[in-house]
């Protein structure tokens, strides 16, 4: 009975989760494009209904929540279910896909099918041997083991986190900062719309002259037609002066102008964004987020220095932030309290806050780089690529935030996962971390170089 019970509360769950996915996928992502697949609308719920699953089962780990062998039936369950999807379902469709958008391949099913098949068995090629130069298995796994696929799911999902957060380390406290607002004034702005404005009427009066120029033609082609033959007629239609003016030189100078006026329109956009910022950083809303870029800056340079220090002595956490803090606040400070329930309290907020800075940082790029690159043909594509990121983004999240659990709270989650080797996830992660923060660093400070204030200066 309590087992039944335990899997309405799962199943109910993930109706609530599936829902959200759906209302995101419709809200968000789709929102400026009419959605012609239910399919990818489909694997995009289902696949953030199981990684959202798997974040709800840790959080009733911590807080003991469903019976331990509920618990562990539905870690078995939702981990195979998402390596389904990440490894043969995901995979396929995207494949589908874009055989579906070359132009060359034939609107016939079974040749889509066939292709299909063959670009997904070379997709399971290459994810196989990507765990190769890994030490991510105990030698005693089998080929087919569940380790197998967690392990190569998780260098990749682990890759990724580590890219964004160093990126997201570097850009949040440049993003907030005031001390990075770039200094624009008015006349700044009014001098670039005037630069704006003359290259518009340059080009619209080389597109006069362009069109002059083609009436002049077609006159002279009518004039020679009547009086010359056709022989006057090719020769004055064939000709790329009319009336004095080259036009093919004429479009050439036009195109310029469109290009320099282009970039004068982006560069206005970005100075009157500037301005904006400039508001807003006064406000207390921008004062707040002002302090809290200081604060991610501090959080930017230990991450780093200690992604740095442990790559350099080869070192991995461990014991958790918490069991750690209980040992100083206890030997240490001497202070007296219930240990275990505030163990407990602690970690809770400490996974949730996780879990949910996670999900949103992650859901929030991803629309972010939807938009930037999506089309009406490759929307499909692109958003079951994406559910494919979150997916491996989200196993690998499991793998690490296992670290921030005192060892009480998973014991299940390392049992279902497997003999993984855990400290080399770490330490890839402390690796691909440092990379990503110096180029972001190297990156921001070329761009803010490159600003248009620097250049008017």
């Known amino acids: 009975m309590s087992f039944l019970v335990d899997s309405f509360v799962m199943l109910f769950s ?87 958008n070359v132009r060359f391949v034939p609107h016939r099913k079974d040749v889509k099918v066939l292709l299909t098949c063959g670009a997904w068995t070379c997709f399971l090629y290459f994810f196989w041997k990507i765990g190769d130069p890994f030490p991510i298995l105990s030698p005693k796994h ?60 340059m080009i619209v009066m080389k597109k006069k002259r362009i069109a002059l120029a083609k009436q002049e033609g077609l006159r002279q082609a009518s004039t020679a037609r009547s009086s010359g033959g056709i022989w006057g007629m090719l020769k004055s239609v064939t000709s790329n002066t009319s009336g004095g ?44 987020f002002n302090f809290l870029g200081y604060f991610f800056s501090m959080y930017c340079v230990y991450k ?33 309290f219930d240990v275990k329930f505030w163990s407990q309290q602690i970690s ?31 929307s499909n594509v692109i958003v079951l690529c994406l559910a494919q990121i979150m997916g491996m983004y989200f196993v690998s999240s499991v793998l690490l935030i296992r670290m921030n659990m005192p060892p009480e709270y998973r014991s299940i989650i390392t049992e279902v996962l497997g003999e993984l080797q855990f400290n080399f996830y770490h330490r890839w992660f402390d690796v691909i971390f440092l990379v990503s923060a110096l180029s972001s660093i190297g990156f921001l400070y070329i761009a803010h170089q490159q600003s248009p204030e620097k250049q008017m200066s």
């Not at 929102?31 to 239910?38: A, F, G, K, L, T």
């Not at 036009?247 to 560069?267: D, K, S, V």
């Not at 461990?318 to 206890?330: N, S, Y």
């Open 304 to 336: 780093t220095f200690m992604a740095t220090v442990n790559i350099i002595f080869d070192r991995v956490g461990k014991k958790d932030p918490i069991t750690r803090g209980t040992e100083i606040a206890v030997n240490y400070l001497g202070i007296q």
């Open 142 to 201: 089998g080929i087919f083991s569940i380790e197998q696929c967690i392990g190569r799911v998780g260098v990749i999902g682990v890759t990724l986190m580590a890219l964004l957060s160093g990126f997201g380390a570097v850009n949040c406290p440049y993003t907030y900062m005031s001390y990075f607002v770039r200094h624009v004034s008015e006349a700044d702005i009014q001098s670039s719309e005037r630069r704006l404005m003359q290259t518009m009427d």
């Open 245 to 288: 003016e080259n036009i093919g030189l004429l479009q050439q100078e036009t195109g310029a102008l469109e290009e320099l006026g282009r970039q004068l329109f982006l560069e206005t956009v970005d100075l009157n964004n500037t301005v904006e910022r400039i508001r807003y950083s006064k406000t207390f809303k921008g004062r707040y």
């Open 348 to 378: 809770f907020l400490l996974v949730g806050i996780i879990i949910v800075t996670s999900i949103r940082g992650l859901l929030l790029t991803l629309t972010r780089f939807f938009y930037a690159i999506a089309s009406s043909k490759s």
């Open 14 to 100: 993930q109706v609530l989760f599936f829902a959200g996915g759906w209302v995101f996928f419709l809200k968000q992502l789709f929102r400026d494009y009419e959605v012609h697949q239910p399919v990818v609308l489909l694997v995009f719920s289902v696949t953030f209904s199981l990684c959202c699953a798997m974040f709800e089962l840790i959080i009733f780990e911590i807080l003991g929540i469903l019976d331990t062998s509920s618990r562990y039936f539905h870690w078995n369950l939702f981990l195979f279910s998402i390596l389904v999807f990440l490894i043969a379902v995901l995979p396929f469709y995207i494949a589908y896909y874009v055989v579906s």
